[in-house]
């Protein structure tokens, strides 16, 4: 379902990412991260392991100045956000290989959390992105404050959580900004890209 909503860019639909649109997060994400997502990242979303939210601009109904001298009348996809659900403080505590961690190893970590835990669930947020030119608009914003309200409805979620690289400050300065704190710092997280170093960053809900 699309969810119409104000931004400082104007209106923006926030539809779920499916079958008929997941191409346009394919070619958001080639644009905007350093890193290429496989497959398996796509498959997920439309198996509904992961949920994942794209956010439209319709430039004939936009007054952000990016999307007028584009001289495009088509909607346009400007910022995507993905994540999943896992038991609570799995990406700070997890002993294993996070990257590659499937529901079996979240099931086994979960018994083994203590009982007031057990049904606690957190947000780790895989993705969160917005092309270059429509960034300060609050399209970031907007896409994270929906996920987490999806995921509060759905799972009734206590944390939001994710990795982020050291040396991106633009991105640390906006959660930062959102309410996270920086709770962790894994050395090597990132195996292709420099520096491979990466904070963990919380939410409390």
């Known amino acids: 379902m699309d969810v119409a909503v104000e931004t400082v860019s104007g209106p923006i639909k926030l539809p779920r990412v499916g079958s008929d649109n997941v191409d346009f997060l394919q070619r958001l994400n080639s644009a905007v991260f350093p890193v290429k997502y496989s ?24 007054a952000s100045r990016a999307a007028m001298s584009s001289g495009s009348s088509a909607p346009e996809c400007v910022g995507a956000i993905v994540a999943r659900r896992q038991p609570y403080d799995f990406t700070q505590s997890y002993k294993g290989n996070f990257n590659t961690a499937d529901s079996d190893d979240m099931y086994i970590y979960r018994s083994r959390l203590e009982f007031q835990h057990r049904c606690q669930n957190e947000m780790y947020v895989m993705t ?30 206590h944390q939001v959580s994710l990795h982020m690289q050291t040396n991106n400050s633009v991105a640390l300065a906006f959660y930062l900004r959102y309410g996270f704190k920086i709770v962790k710092t894994v050395p090597g997280y990132y195996k292709n890209i420099d520096p491979p170093d990466a904070y963990i960053l919380t939410l409390t809900l």
């Open 39 to 62: 497959f398996q990242f796509y498959k997920q979303i439309l198996a509904g392991e992961t949920i994942g939210r794209l956010a439209v601009l319709d430039p004939p109904f936009t």
């Open 128 to 157: 969160l992105g917005v092309l270059p030119q429509y960034r300060h608009l609050r399209i970031a914003t907007t896409l994270l404050d929906r996920l987490i309200s999806d995921f509060s409805q759905i799972y009734g979620i």
